[in-house]
């Protein structure tokens, strides 16, 4: 079974540019997750979906960064304009579901993005 | 405080040591439990649920002490393979799964 996949693996930009972060959960699927985990810190959630609609984004600098899930599948994440501070791994995830037993909602998270800002 | 709260090490052990790592959340009416495992540079894994009445999976034993409110992990035998960051995890409402991650504790297991 193929994995959560995640593109780029590396970006490095200059602040104030804009970039993008594109992921595709395991195949069925309907939580996907976006973190950002920052060096020697612990992810943290940034937007939560369900399916096609947002469930949690209480976290998400909502001036700069945008989300969205448009048919329910894959996601993409973007910060406009990128600060230094948005240096971090961005890690998507995704889960068959929150809510309900225990083994639905496991967290199988993708190799992550990792954001430079200079 | 901090939601979740653990010791970020470095624990540096020898192999075959048995190491233990305790990791103390503030929100009383958690719902669930995890440990989850880091790698340098790689994705988190779930490692282990943490299971009210404690659970076991080989050298890895975990246990909730809801009283006390923190979750503890405990490894015997420490393999070089089992050097890696370990990851508290704390769902703080029922329904919803949200996860909340600490800090996470590094471990080097040394030859």
């Known amino acids: 079974e193929a994995g959560v996949a995640q593109s780029p693996r590396y970006k490095i930009i200059e602040k104030r540019q804009s970039v993008a972060f594109w992921c595709n959960p395991i195949s069925g699927h309907a939580t996907l997750y976006w973190y950002q985990q920052i060096l020697g810190q612990g992810p943290k959630l940034l937007i939560q979906f369900q399916n096609n609609g947002v469930v949690d984004d209480s976290q998400l600098p909502k001036d700069r960064f945008s989300a969205e899930r448009l048919k329910g599948v894959d996601s993409t994440l973007k910060i406009q304009p990128a600060k230094l501070e948005d240096s971090a791994v961005y890690l998507c995830a995704s889960s068959l579901r929150a809510s309900g037993a225990l083994s639905y909602n496991e967290q199988f998270f993708g190799p992550g993005t990792r954001l430079t800002v200079l | 405080r901090k939601e979740v709260e653990q010791d970020p090490g470095p624990f540096n052990v020898p192999e075959g040591a048995t190491v233990a790592f305790n990791c103390t959340y503030s929100?009383?009416?958690?719902?669930?439990f995890f440990w989850y495992r880091q790698d340098c540079r790689k994705e988190p894994k779930l490692l282990m649920s943490?299971?009210?009445s404690g659970n076991e999976d080989g050298r890895f034993t975990a246990q909730l002490n809801r009283a006390s409110q923190y979750i503890s992990l405990l490894i015997r035998d420490s393999k070089l393979s089992d050097s890696a960051t370990y990851l508290c995890v704390v769902s703080p409402t029922s329904g919803t799964y949200k996860y909340i991650f600490g800090t996470g504790t590094r471990l080097k297991v040394l030859a």
């Open positions: 929100n009383s009416a958690s719902q669930s």
């Open positions: 943490v299971y009210s």
